[in-house]
Nanobody, 120 residues
Framework: QVQLVESGGGLVQPGGSLSLSCTAS????????MGWYRQAPGKERELVAR???????NYVDSVKGRFTISRDNAKNTIYLKMNNLKPEDTAVYFC??????????????WGQGTQVTVSS
């Protein structure tokens, strides 16, 4: 079966940093488009960052210059390095895998999510 498992969430003060990871199984990882999405309480899920098969990356404007997405195909893992965190970054962060670069928000496979809380 397909599994995506996120880790690395937690509580951090504004201006701090966190690193998230997502390890996949049951898929041909190198053939997938991967991404990080987040959902805050009472708000719609949004794309945070995505990375293509060849390593091309895209970010939502609100995290550009602060977040970095990367992938390690040998470990079937993607990462999200988050710097200079802000309270508005507080959300559940989800890992996503899809077979094609579709713009449909809810396409593909999803992890269970990991909570990130930014608060003083």
């Amino acid at each position: 079966q397909v599994q995506l498992v996120e880790s690395g969430g937690g509580l951090v003060q504004p201006g701090g940093s966190l690193s998230l990871s997502c390890t996949a199984s049951g898929i041909i990882f190198s053939g997938k488009f991967m991404g990080w999405y987040r959902q805050a309480p009472g708000k719609e899920r949004e794309l945070v960052a995505r990375i293509s098969r060849d390593g091309t990356t895209n970010y939502v404007d609100s995290v550009k210059g602060r977040f970095t997405i990367s992938r390690d195909n040998a470990k079937n893992t993607i990462y999200l390095k988050m710097n200079n965190l802000k309270p508005e970054d507080t959300a559940v962060y989800f890992c996503n895998a899809r077979n094609i670069d579709s713009s449909y928000l809810y396409a593909g496979y999803w992890g269970q999510g990991t909570q990130v809380t930014v608060s003083s």
